[in-house]
């Protein structure tokens, strides 16, 4: 239960003025992998990027298989970018093993940027 109809049909025209304002976004050589709401599956294409993000405004999250992904990908760490932790507790369900770091206030970017630098 969602308190509007956020991904699903209902939501066409909010994906058609997406794709309206990505038109003009040139979308460069990606540098690494990034799992698709709408397929659960790694994308490397940058020709397939604004279709992708288009389409999940439409299209349910297939959640529960892109931290399944992420983690048989080898994937230990994830940060949770924005206020609240509500990803954070969706994956502890998930996967326990996944460390995931909330990163809500601009001092946190550069905490996580900085490890980042040092992993």
Same mark, same amino acid.
């Given at each position: 239960?969602?308190?509007?109809?956020?991904?699903?049909?209902?939501?066409?025209?909010? $994906?058609? *003025?997406?794709? !309206? #304002?990505?038109?003009?976004?040139?979308?460069?050589? /990606?540098? +690494?992998? &990034?799992?698709?709401?709408?397929?659960?599956?790694?994308?490397?294409?940058?020709?397939?990027?604004?279709?992708?993000?288009?389409?999940?405004?439409?299209?349910?999250?297939?959640?529960?298989?892109v931290?399944?992904?992420?983690? $048989?990908? *080898?994937?230990? !760490? #994830?940060?949770?970018?924005?206020?609240?932790?509500? /990803?954070? +507790?969706? &994956?502890?369900?998930?996967?326990?093993n996944?460390?995931?770091?909330?990163?809500?206030?601009?001092?946190?970017?550069?905490?996580?940027?900085?490890?980042?630098?040092?992993?």
């Amino acid at each position: 239960p969602v308190s509007a109809p956020f991904h699903c049909p209902l939501m066409a025209p909010a $994906a058609r *003025g997406l794709a !309206e #304002a990505l038109a003009d976004v040139t979308v460069y050589k /990606l540098r +690494a992998q &990034v799992v698709t709401n709408v397929e659960a599956a790694p994308n490397l294409d940058p020709s397939r990027v604004k279709e992708l993000l288009v389409e999940q405004v439409t299209h349910p999250v297939r959640w529960v298989e892109v931290v399944q992904r992420l983690v $048989a990908e *080898g994937c230990t !760490e #994830a940060w949770e970018v924005g206020p609240g932790k509500v /990803l954070m +507790a969706l &994956v502890r369900r998930i996967d326990r093993n996944l460390k995931v770091t909330p990163v809500g206030a601009p001092e946190d970017v550069h905490k996580v940027l900085q490890h980042a630098r040092q992993a």
